[in-house]
């Protein structure tokens, strides 16, 4: 059976395509997923049969061998560093409650520096496989 990766694949339309181990593209259409997957990411590893279509190649008996890493979760930082950096937004954020409670919004400058840290401890947090 030939394993290759997934190059592409779009739910909405409904296929994608495979680069096989050899180098073949194979067209890879939505109803030779396997029961319970609703889409494959770029670089998942997967097994098929081939069955030569109508316009060339296409996978049938698609298997999932590995999902496709996770780069967000492999570039995001350890959980000793990130002691730190919410230690530090949990003053940041304790500051500008202060100046709330006194009626008014943190001065404009402080306010984007807040907004963009709040963005990006966020994004290290939400890791979405």
Request: glycine residues 6%; negative net charge.
């Amino acid at each position: 059976m030939p394993s290759g990766r997934v190059r592409w694949f779009d739910a909405k339309k409904g296929y994608g395509f495979i680069t096989s181990d050899d180098g073949m593209d194979v067209f890879l259409p939505a109803a030779v997923l396997p029961e319970g997957v609703e889409h494959l990411r770029k670089g998942a590893k997967v097994e098929f049969s081939v069955l030569d279509g109508r316009k060339g190649p296409q996978a049938i008996d698609l298997t999932v061998e590995a999902p496709a890493p996770s780069l967000v979760r492999a570039t995001r930082p350890k959980a000793d560093d990130m002691v730190a950096i919410v230690e530090d937004l949990i003053k940041l954020l304790d500051s500008a409650g202060n100046s709330l409670r006194r009626h008014r919004y943190p001065a404009d400058a402080e306010s984007k520096k807040l907004a963009t840290l709040l963005r990006a401890v966020a994004d290290d947090f939400d890791v979405q496989d």
